[in-house]
């Protein structure tokens, strides 16, 4: 078993409510299904299907920030900021009623649950931006890709419990794109970013794929895989602009793929600097 320092913890975030701008951090607590707090609640159509802002980009105008730390079975008060600047609880009454007016359609604001399955609803004619479905998703086109799809049971996460992404993966990116590119890790949605050595160049996340991590003194993440992009990086949010060109460079030069899904094997604190060790 060979072990590999490749970096150390350089960001840690959490989205307390899906596709909506979330948290950064100095310390987190990972539990056996992620970051404690993360994804903890979604909005819903009247459908009942969760909405994410790969069809509803408005949501990522929206921000939510929990007002003390959430702990495993009980979540600490949430706060919800909308585009216009007025902010509410999240188990405020009307805290769907102000997300419906926002998004001009029925939305309900819901808790994640163990026993629950949930599908996200996706527009198939804009997912992936301008480059079509056949592309990325090789069997299917527009027409025929389904207009939702399945979390994993109990969540709100789009695949797995974790994202990771390589702070040398976002400087191949930019270079890759254009040095005006805007790559910033908040449009990939990360809940860590590990700074790798300087100098090393390309998508780096696929060397960590038959491995695992160790990071700091307890956690480990397993069952790495390839994160497929969407439309979701190229939406404006806060400071960052609106641009196709990082999906476009993406999908270009490596099959829209830029950072790893993950499960947890090891359960811990994580925080800012603590070293990222490659176990294979």
Known sequence: MARQPIGVVHALYRYPIKSMQGEQLRKVNIGPQGVIGDRAYAPHE??????????????????ARYEAPPMPDILASLRITLPD??????????ASAALSD???????????????????GIDPATVFGDIPVETLKP??????????????????????????????????????????AQIDPRRFRPNMVIDTEPGLAGFLEDDWLDGTLDIGEHVKIVQLRPTVRCVM?????????????????AAQHHQAQVGVWASIGTPGHVQVGDPVVLVT
């Open 233 to 249: 990086t190229t939406h404006p949010q806060a400071d960052l602009e609106r641009d196709v060109r990082m999906l476009r460079t």
């Open 85 to 94: 600047g007025r902010s509410l609880q999240a188990h405020d009454p009307n």
């Open 46 to 63: 009247a459908n009942g299907r969760v909405m994410t802002a790969k069809k509803w980009p408005t949501l990522l105008e929206c921000s």
């Open 139 to 180: 069997g299917y086109t527009a027409a025929t890709l389904p207009d939702s799809f399945a979390l994993p049971p109990g969540t709100f996460f789009d695949a797995a419990s974790i994202h990771l992404l390589a702070s040398g993966t976002l400087a191949h990116l930019r270079v890759l794109t254009g040095e005006d």
């Open 102 to 120: 926002i998004l001009g359609v029925p939305v309900v604001l819901e808790r994640a649950q163990a026993d629950q399955h949930h599908r996200a």
